[in-house]
C-alpha cells in the first residue's frame, strides 16, 4: 500500500507540475493573439505563422493539461448521482472508470497516433501554407504525450480508488504536508 500511496503522490505531483507549465502557455497564447488582432486590424497586416502558432498552442494546452484537468476532476461529468455518493462508492465507481473506459482509451489512442507521428517525422512534415510553421511532426508528438500523461493520470486515478476502498482516508491524499504522520 505504501508503494501505491508513494506512486499516486508522484504522479500528482508531476501532473501539477506540468499543468503549471501549460498555465504559462496560455498566457504566451493570449500573448501571442493579442499580437495577432493588434497586427490584423490595426496595422492591417497577418502572418500565417502566427496563426498557426495560436493553434499549435492551443493543442498543447488542451493535450498537455488534460492529465491536470483529469487529476483535479475538471472533467465534465454527470454529477446528479455521483455527488450524493460515499466515498467509498465513487471510489467504486472512479476505478470501474478508469479500467474499463479511461486507460483502454488512452492506451489506443497512444499505440494508433504513434505511426502518424512517425511518419510526419520521417517526411519532415511542415505546414502546408506559405509561410507556415516547420515541424508539424513536433505538434503531432504532443498526442501521443498528452495521452501518455493521461494513462499515467489514469493509472493514479485506479490506485488512488483502490486505496479508498481498501479504508484509506480519502482526505489524506489532499495536498498537505503529511511528512510528520506515523505510518
Same mark, same amino acid.
Given at each position: 500500500?505504501?508503494?501505491?500511496? +508513494? &506512486?499516486?503522490?508522484?504522479?500528482?505531483?508531476? !501532473?501539477?507540475?506540468?499543468?503549471?507549465?501549460?498555465?504559462?502557455?496560455?498566457?504566451?497564447?493570449?500573448?501571442?493573439?493579442? &499580437?495577432?488582432?493588434?497586427?490584423? &486590424?490595426? =496595422? /492591417? #497586416? #497577418?502572418?500565417?505563422?502566427? @496563426?498557426?502558432? %495560436?493553434?499549435?498552442?492551443?493543442?498543447?494546452?488542451? =493535450?498537455?493539461?488534460?492529465?491536470?484537468?483529469?487529476?483535479?476532476?475538471?472533467?465534465?461529468?454527470?454529477?446528479?448521482? &455521483?455527488?450524493?455518493?460515499?466515498?467509498?462508492?465513487?471510489?467504486?465507481?472512479?476505478?470501474?472508470?478508469?479500467?474499463?473506459?479511461?486507460?483502454?482509451?488512452?492506451?489506443?489512442?497512444?499505440?494508433? #497516433?504513434?505511426?502518424?507521428? @512517425?511518419?510526419?517525422?520521417?517526411? /519532415?512534415?511542415? !505546414?502546408?501554407?506559405?509561410?507556415? =510553421?516547420?515541424?508539424?511532426?513536433?505538434?503531432?508528438?504532443?498526442?501521443?504525450?498528452?495521452?501518455?500523461?493521461?494513462?499515467? @493520470?489514469?493509472?493514479?486515478?485506479?490506485?488512488? #480508488?483502490? =486505496?479508498?476502498?481498501?479504508?484509506?482516508?480519502?482526505? +489524506?491524499?489532499?495536498?498537505?504536508?503529511?511528512?510528520? %504522520?506515523?505510518?
Amino acid at each position: 500500500m505504501r508503494f501505491l500511496r +508513494s &506512486y499516486v503522490h508522484w504522479i500528482d505531483t508531476f !501532473s501539477e507540475k506540468v499543468g503549471g507549465a501549460v498555465g504559462w502557455l496560455t498566457t504566451l497564447m493570449v500573448i501571442v493573439v493579442c &499580437y495577432d488582432v493588434f497586427t490584423r &486590424y490595426v =496595422l /492591417n #497586416s #497577418s502572418m500565417v505563422a502566427v @496563426q498557426e502558432l %495560436e493553434w499549435h498552442l492551443f493543442a498543447m494546452v488542451f =493535450l498537455l493539461g488534460a492529465a491536470f484537468t483529469l487529476k483535479n476532476d475538471g472533467h465534465v461529468r454527470v454529477d446528479v448521482f &455521483y455527488s450524493r455518493m460515499s466515498p467509498k462508492m465513487k471510489a467504486a465507481i472512479d476505478l470501474i472508470g478508469c479500467l474499463l473506459f479511461l486507460l483502454p482509451f488512452a492506451a489506443l489512442i497512444i499505440w494508433t #497516433s504513434k505511426s502518424f507521428v @512517425q511518419f510526419a517525422y520521417m517526411i /519532415n512534415e511542415t !505546414s502546408p501554407d506559405p509561410g507556415g =510553421l516547420p515541424y508539424r511532426w513536433a505538434l503531432k508528438a504532443m498526442i501521443p504525450i498528452g495521452f501518455i500523461m493521461v494513462f499515467l @493520470q489514469g493509472t493514479s486515478m485506479a490506485a488512488r #480508488s483502490f =486505496l479508498i476502498l481498501c479504508g484509506t482516508d480519502p482526505k +489524506s491524499f489532499d495536498p498537505v504536508d503529511h511528512e510528520d %504522520e506515523v505510518v
